[in-house]
């Protein structure tokens, strides 16, 4: 997500991003990627994911993080700052090998299926 094009152009500023993922089965640890510009925090169902306090662009730094997820639907939440220039993020699921192929499917949820 692009967050220029949400605010246009800021300075000195923080967002937090709230969407929620379906898991199918309880698991110890899934796979994500997150990449943030400039510095992102991820949290996923309350577990820190992800502690980035230093300013890159998102190209330069994409990691690769797991965190355990209960069954069904968990809260994923980004906090990313903007302090110069650009600003946005990726967060991904891991869907390879054998992850997302013994059961464990992660997938996304629609904002109306969100808890209230």
């Known amino acids: ?5 949400v605010y246009g152009p800021t300075t ?10 379906n898991a199918e089965t309880p698991l110890n640890h899934r796979s994500f990627t997150f990449q943030a510009d ?8 309350g577990h820190t994911g992800v502690e980035l306090p230093i300013d890159l662009p998102r190209e330069a730094k994409r990691l690769w993080t797991s965190v355990p997820l209960q ?14 220039m ?9 869907d390879w090998h ?4 013994r059961g464990d499917i992660v997938t996304g949820t ?4 969100w808890p209230k």
Request: aromatic residues 18%; hydrophobic residues 50%.
């Open 1 to 5: 997500m692009d967050l220029l094009r």
């Open 12 to 21: 000195s500023a923080y967002v937090y991003a709230v969407t929620w993922i």
């Open 38 to 45: 400039d510095s992102g925090w991820l949290w996923v169902n």
């Open 71 to 84: 069954k069904g639907l968990n809260p994923v939440v980004v906090k990313l700052t903007q302090n110069q």
């Open 86 to 94: 650009y600003w946005g993020f990726r967060f991904a699921v891991i």
């Open 98 to 101: 054998w992850q997302g192929r």
């Open 110 to 113: 629609p904002p109306e299926a």
